[in-house]
């Protein structure tokens, strides 16, 4: 079946049509759909009414999936959602409830308002995200996504040859530690060890250079710590300019696929004490190893 795709910002994200997510594809509409990710890097798949275990299968026809950590099983609570390979993006409690103010959940859940990728702090790392829309609030609440192509190909010369060579390592506490979350266990601390990354990348898919960053980034190997912290922020600030971003507004039943490796994006605030949100993401990893991330 040959896919159409609609561009909807200047510079990338493209909105497909003719996939039914529901069935099993063809190994030609999967590439069709990878070479659309390579040229838009975000492609959105518009009224997908599917279920837990379609958006599963449909993921992994693009790689091993990630299993998501329940960081509340600690504390007794069980996951909302039974599917390891589901990340519950929603402000719900395991009974289906609008969360407290002070749940660790929550406390999480706000690290996705600072930009970053999915797993860049994983080895391998995420390569696609795929967040689906059960549920969105009346207001607010789109997600905006940073091409990070556009960005580096924008870079001031001098900018573009300091970044060249150089590696952050990236850690998964350092974007919640920022701000001021200190509900990690020592175990869990532990558990992940910090991975690096070249911030100048190229991408395999298009062969565009390409800037790999996220707030998860603690520091620059061989540079003071804050120096290093000084030009990620520089950078990350660069890379989001408004002619970079694109914000996606949720319709319910929006299935909105993104390349971690070449873009960035970011949750924005809606009323979360009075409306429900309920979005769940499977993550594809970059690499052919299946990850067990059940967490302590
Ligand atoms: C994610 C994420 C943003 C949002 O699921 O990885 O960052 O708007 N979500 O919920
Ligand atoms: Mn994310």
Excluded at 30 to 39: L, N, Q, S
Excluded at 61 to 82: D, I, M, T, V, W
Excluded at 123 to 140: F, M, Q, T, V
Aim: aromatic share 8%; with cysteine; net charge neutral.
């Amino acid at each position: 079946m040959a896919i159409s795709v609609k561009q909807l910002h200047p510079l990338f994200v493209g909105e497909v049509s003719g996939v039914d997510p529901r069935r099993p594809l063809e190994p030609e509409t999967v590439a069709e759909i990878v070479a659309a990710m390579d040229r838009y890097a975000v492609c959105v798949f518009r009224d997908q009414d599917i279920a837990d275990e379609q958006q599963i299968a449909f993921s992994r026809n693009f790689g091993e999936l990630e299993h998501s950590p329940n960081y509340g099983r600690g504390k007794g609570q069980e996951a909302r959602l039974k599917h390891q390979e589901l990340f519950d993006v929603s402000n719900l409690n395991e009974k289906n409830e609008i969360y407290d103010r002070e749940d660790d959940r929550r406390m999480f859940r706000l690290g996705n308002q600072l930009w970053h990728t999915d797993s860049s702090f994983l080895n391998p790392r995420g390569r696609y995200s795929l967040l689906h829309a059960r549920k969105i609030p009346p207001a607010g609440a789109d997600t905006q996504f940073a091409d990070e192509r556009a960005a580096y190909d924008a870079l001031p010369a001098a900018l573009k040859s300091r970044v060249e060579g150089l590696v952050a390592e990236h850690f998964f506490a350092h974007i919640r530690q920022q701000l001021g979350f200190t509900g990690y266990s020592e175990a869990q601390l532990q558990a992940r060890p910090a991975v690096r990354h070249a911030i100048a990348q190229t991408h395999p898919g298009s062969g565009r250079k390409h800037l790999y960053l996220a707030s998860h980034a603690s520091q620059i190997v061989g540079m003071p710590m804050p120096e290093g912290r000084v030009l990620l922020g520089q950078l990350i600030e660069f890379a989001t300019q408004r002619e970079f971003v694109y914000s996606h507004k949720w319709r319910i039943g929006d299935l909105v696929m993104w390349d971690n490796r070449c873009t960035m994006h970011r949750a924005t605030p809606f009323d979360e004490e009075k409306h429900v949100r309920d979005l769940r993401r499977t993550t594809v990893s970059d690499g052919a190893v299946a990850l067990r991330n059940a967490a302590a």
